[in-house]
């Protein structure tokens, strides 16, 4: 008679993941959750009144992984997944490249949340950058104060329509309208109705947002300080303090970056290219980038272009070779971009460096001269042409006077 063998029940190997993709909505979420075989172990749905939920899935099945998709307010459902588990086990998938899910006929929440638990078993979803929570939140201070910009822009342009609109109006002699002395006398300007209740509503909403600029500009003092990275981007000419805290904050970490094409393909400043059939053609700018980092560097390109030499004469190449302004202002903007990468990886600030010194013993390389002498040359060379078209019998066996001056230049 044998004796019965008695077996264990198979113990959970805690290395073994569990994947979970959230579809993410602004009230409630919805999960499916896949082994690493790809067999669907559940699903429901979380309602957002109750962010505890989400720490009891984490605990439903060891070692988790979750992925959901980077939308309006993602921040808040990472803040309370990094709660539960470790934020390396986060990831936030781009939406533009999970195109199994855009171009899908049958798009349920449910089959989107399988979807994206699916493609992050298999290692296929394109993440996202998670920056940390005092640079996100330094991100929208100053995002914030950009808006604020904007409106302020608006309002001036309504208030010179408003006043372009008006007879026999004399405006005072100031540079600015909207300085000190220009905000006295619109003022204390009197419009008829209802031209005079506009100027007035306008010119208080100005100081409101004005106001709200300065406290904004405040706030980011205290929250940039002076770091090391953005002493290095302001080095560059162009950039002033709200500039380079944009460059640095988005950029975040220079080291994601290989290459400095890399970092003017996120920013957005190389045009898409379509090449087939040995054709190559150059079309727009991707639409898809870091909008706050393209306009910082075009916003900056256009200051650098008037107070350097460098940039000045690398716009004025190619505006003479036939590119638009806009267009030449781009590349200044991809100029510099590429630049602030060198400066962020090799951490050093942003030098001119003189033109090269002569060689001892031999002269200056004296350009304008060299220019004149080229040009005379060429001038004789077309007389010497006509004169040769006249068939002209008698023949010159020494050079002349002024051939003689030009060999000697």
């Known amino acids: 008679m044998s004796t019965p063998i008695h077996t264990s029940p198979p113990s959970i190997s805690t290395d073994v993941a569990t994947f979970i ?3 993410y909505h602004k009230r409630y979420s919805v999960w499916h959750a896949v082994d690493a075989a790809g067999t669907d172990l559940g699903k429901g749905r979380i309602e957002h009144h109750s962010p505890h939920d989400f720490a009891t899935l984490m605990k439903r099945w060891p070692n988790p992984r979750i992925v959901f998709e980077a939308s309006m307010n993602w921040h808040w459902l990472y803040e309370v997944l990094e709660q539960s588990m470790p934020s390396q086990h986060l990831m936030l998938a781009n939406p533009f490249k999970t195109r199994i899910i855009a171009e899908a006929q049958v798009k349920t929440d449910r089959i989107d949340a399988r979807i994206l638990a699916l493609l992050l078993r298999a290692g296929l979803i394109s993440s996202v950058h998670i920056p940390c929570k005092e640079t996100r939140q330094r991100k929208e201070v100053l995002r914030q104060r950009c808006f604020f910009v904007r409106q302020r822009t608006m309002l001036r342009n309504r208030i010179h329509r408003l006043l372009g609109a008006q007879h026999d109006l004399k405006l005072p002699q100031c540079s600015d309208l909207f300085g000190r002395k220009g905000m006295g006398f619109l003022e204390k300007l009197e419009l008829p109705a209802p031209a005079g209740l506009l ?54 970490d220079i080291s994601r970056f290989n290459s400095a094409q890399k970092l003017c393909g996120y920013i957005g400043l190389c045009p898409s290219t379509s090449s087939s059939g040995g054709k190559t053609y ?24 008037g107070c350097d030499s460098y940039f000045g004469d690398l716009y004025k190449k190619k505006r003479a070779a036939g590119k638009k302004a806009n267009t030449a202002i781009l590349c200044v903007a991809r100029r510099m971009a590429r630049i602030t990468w060198q400066l962020l990886t090799q951490e050093r600030s942003y030098e001119k460096i003189p033109p090269s010194s002569p ?9 304008t001269a060299a220019t004149g002498c080229a040009k005379e040359g060429e001038d004789n060379a077309s007389s010497a042409r006509a004169v040769k078209g006249k068939r002209s019998k008698t023949k010159q066996t020494f050079p002349s006077r002024s051939n003689r001056r030009l060999a000697g230049c």
Do not use: Y
């Not at 003092?221 to 002076?226: A, S």
């Not at 770091?227 to 500039?243: C, E, F, H, Y």
């Not at 079309?283 to 909008?291: E, S, Y």
């Open 282 to 305: 150059n079309g727009k700018l991707m639409k898809h980038c870091n909008k706050w980092l393209r306009w910082a560097f075009v916003e900056a390109a256009w200051v650098a272009m």
């Open 359 to 367: 060689i001892q013993g031999k002269p200056a390389r004296n350009e």
């Open 199 to 252: 100027l007035k509503q306008q010119l208080e909403m100005l100081k409101n947002v004005q106001t709200r600029i300065k406290e904004d500009e405040a706030a980011l003092e205290q929250m940039m300080g002076t770091t090391d990275a953005q002493k290095r981007v302001l080095s560059l000419p162009g950039m002033g303090p709200i500039l380079a805290s944009v460059v640095v904050s988005e950029i975040d």
């Open 21 to 23: 993709g959230i579809d």
